[in-house]
């Protein structure tokens, strides 16, 4: 499944000089870039939000690809635990400001771009001002209430933007874009309604993240942009790229837009939610982030604890028990007679088709927000009946761990 073929963003800028015929001659040597599309990315004005793991590979390659007008918001400054993944930033930045120590790596790369920083917080208040007049929105932040006031204001603005996620190996990487001029218009809430209840996520602080997950990420996320200025390639709109970088995979997930009658917990005004590969009306749901930094929440079908999911593998053959985690995180505390199904691959297409709708499924996973996503997934798949663990196995890994498993 591709997304819609989607017209430039940019019209193309003035002809190119020697200089940048030399400098962009790769580019120019592709049919989907060529002199357009070039010219369109030196008149491009793309804003990249945050300036760290995924913001640094977002704004390396989009200096590298000629964006003639990087914007970058940042409130932070650089920490000593930065540097393992957010590669704009070197020793010597520790203690400078995020936004000027990226303004100088980005004009390094070419002293011809121009730099706009904003060294403050993305907020309410001044989201509109901020988010408006640029041609694209990159978001590389990590915090909930930031992606969905982007995803608002982006709406009402009627600019597309570019989402990523990433937690411990995972990555998640969409194109939103409430009124394309092709195809459906899909944002970060037809995925997952709304931003998860306080304290239900880990961050990448607690959680850990890979380094090199950031680049995977945030060069998928360039990519995008790239696509999008130019009008070449499909996009990501209508698709959530997941991947998984222990199991090396990369999987599509459909992302459809909600029905008007499912209608989640915004935190601004707005419509309701749906996801999911059919257009079969989703049940109620209040969405949390995932695994991969965003999933979503059911209260349908919770079970009560592992203790329940014990019970029902020792009494239910007939029950399809589900373990959603990594390899690494299973084999850590090994669930006995669960089926290992890592989340990204349950979520593709492939994943949801083999599953049998008459049998009843029950998900796990380690803190409970895949499985959660997963039985929503499940259910707009036609599985009647499917249950899932809120918290996940955390108390099963302690006991696990207690008898030395
Ligand atoms: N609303 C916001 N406005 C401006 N910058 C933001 C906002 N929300 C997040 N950011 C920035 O987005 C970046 C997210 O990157 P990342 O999670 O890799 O960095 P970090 O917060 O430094 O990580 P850690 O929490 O591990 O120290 C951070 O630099 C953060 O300051």
Excluded at 115 to 125: G, I, K, P, Q, S
């Amino acid at each position: 499944m591709t997304g819609p073929a989607l017209p430039p963003l940019v019209a193309p800028g003035p002809p190119l000089t020697t200089e940048q015929v030399s400098r962009y001659a790769r580019h120019l040597a592709l049919a989907e870039v060529g002199e357009a599309g070039q010219r369109r990315l030196l008149a491009a004005r793309v804003l990249v939000l945050g300036a760290g793991g995924l913001g640094s590979p977002v704004l390396q390659y989009l200096a590298a690809a000629g964006v003639g007008t990087l914007g970058v918001v940042d409130d932070d400054v650089v920490e000593a635990s930065n540097l393992q993944r957010q590669v704009l930033h070197g020793t010597a930045d520790v203690g400078r400001r995020k936004v000027d120590s990226a303004a100088d790596a980005v004009r390094a790369i070419d002293p011809a771009l121009r730099v706009e920083t904003h060294a403050f917080r993305l907020d309410d208040a001044n989201a509109h001002d901020v988010l408006r007049g640029w041609d694209l929105v990159v978001d590389g932040t990590d915090n909930f209430a930031t992606r969905y006031l982007v995803n608002d204001v982006c709406a009402e603005l009627g600019v597309p933007w570019v989402w990523g996620s990433l937690q411990r190996g995972h990555a998640q990487v969409s194109t939103f874009w409430s009124d394309p001029p092709a195809g459906e218009g899909v944002d970060l809430r037809d995925v997952f309604g709304g931003p998860p209840p306080d304290g239900t996520v880990a961050s990448c602080a607690v959680d850990g993240v890979l380094g090199a997950v950031c680049a995977a990420a945030g060069a998928a996320m360039a990519l995008e942009a790239v696509k999008l200025v130019c009008g070449t390639g499909r996009t990501l709109l209508g698709r959530v790229a997941v991947h998984d970088a222990f199991a090396g995979t990369w999987q599509d997930v459909p992302v459809r837009r909600r029905a008007a009658a499912d209608v989640p917990v915004p935190t601004r005004p707005g419509p309701g939610t749906r996801t999911g590969p059919d257009a079969r009306p989703a049940r109620a749901v209040r969405s949390v982030g995932v695994g991969a930094g965003t999933e979503t929440a059911d209260d349908d079908g919770a079970l009560s604890g592992v203790a329940e999911v014990l019970r029902l593998l020792a009494s239910r053959p007939d029950v399809d028990v589900v373990d959603l985690r990594d390899a690494p995180e299973a084999a850590a505390a090994p669930l006995p007679g669960a089926r290992s199904v890592p989340f990204a691959r349950f979520a593709s297409e492939q994943g949801l088709t083999e599953l049998d709708p008459d049998r009843p499924l029950v998900l796990v996973c380690r803190v409970g927000a895949r499985a959660a996503h997963a039985a929503r997934l499940a259910r707009a798949a036609g599985v009647h009946d499917v249950r899932h663990l809120p918290g996940g196995l955390a108390a099963w890994a302690r006991v696990a761990a207690a008898r030395g498993a």
